[in-house]
């Protein structure tokens, strides 16, 4: 298992202190936000792309992936999300990135349409993002927030180019348990997002095994993904960016990085869950 942290925990850091705090804490990569506020971006010259990634490969951190905010089930006309996602697997391919995140954004569509959207856009870009070196993966959120909801457009994709991010928040708050969502997942995952907050009515972040979510069942159930398939990631997205009263990150990443250690830990000695 390997371990990273989006730098949405980081508002305003440098991409060099990013990469040092990932290193000096254990996690072996970074999810970059792909927004014009940040260092990198899909509107990033390619000189400081590469700089990026000299400084990233400098530090012994790679990027997981690159945080778009494409939504791919959102009414609309289809080239708008196309270029975007096009952009984004760019982004990703000149970092060395094996994936993109995309949300689904069919919030305000009848299902149907919703996954149709999703369907054809996916359909689309997948084999653009395959030659590229880079999967896109859609996140349980929003409109699709369970793994039953994401594998639904998944399935019908049926191309290796895209897959699932699994945010254990949404698939909680979606009612579903780690189990469901792994056995809805496990042939389209990624990676796993974990999180924390103390209830569904408070989701400002706290420390890793510090609230209610299921962390430890679903860090089992992403161990059982990984003796299937291979190597795994479990990437920990701290919101600072969108709750500026919460903590602040850095002293947070030793204890978190143990608390996901002693939960891989655990799972592996326990064995793989049904």
């Known amino acids: 298992m390997k371990y990273a942290f989006s730098t949405l925990g980081l508002p305003g850091a440098l991409l060099d202190q990013s990469a040092a ?14 927004h014009p506020e940040e260092p990198l971006h899909p509107g990033s010259p390619p000189a400081e792309r590469a700089a990026g990634l000299r400084t990233l ?5 790679r990027v997981l992936g690159v945080a778009g905010y494409a939504k791919v089930a959102a009414a609309g006309a289809d080239e708008p999300v196309l270029a975007e996602l096009s952009a984004l697997v760019r982004l990703a391919a000149d970092l060395e990135a094996p994936y993109i995140r995309v949300f689904p954004g069919g919030r305000d569509l009848p299902e149907a349409d919703a996954d149709a959207n999703a369907v054809r856009r996916l359909r689309a870009a997948a084999p653009i993002a395959e030659r590229h070196g880079v999967r896109i993966l859609l996140e349980t959120h929003d409109s699709h927030r369970t793994g039953a909801a994401a594998a639904r457009v998944l399935d019908r994709v049926g191309h290796p180019g895209a897959g699932a991010l699994w945010d254990v928040l949404h698939t909680w708050l979606g009612g579903e348990t780690p189990e469901r969502s792994r056995q809805a997942l496990a042939a389209h995952l990624g ?3 974990v999180k924390d907050v103390a209830s569904a009515q ?8 510090a609230g ?5 069942e679903t860090v089992a159930q992403a161990v059982a993904v990984a003796v299937a398939g291979g190597e795994a990631w479990l990437c920990w997205e701290y919101e600072k960016r969108w709750y500026p009263d919460a903590a602040e990150l850095p002293g947070r990443l030793g204890h978190g990085r143990e608390q996901l ?3 891989v830990a655990a799972a592996t000695e326990g064995g793989r869950p049904g």
């Open 21 to 34: 705090l990932a290193a000096d804490h254990g996690f072996d990569g970074l999810e970059l936000r792909a």
């Open 57 to 61: 490969t400098a530090a012994g951190v």
């Open 191 to 193: 990676y796993v997002q």
């Open 202 to 209: 408070e989701l400002t972040p706290i420390g890793l095994g």
């Open 212 to 216: 209610v979510l299921p962390l430890a």
């Open 261 to 263: 250690g002693r939960m």
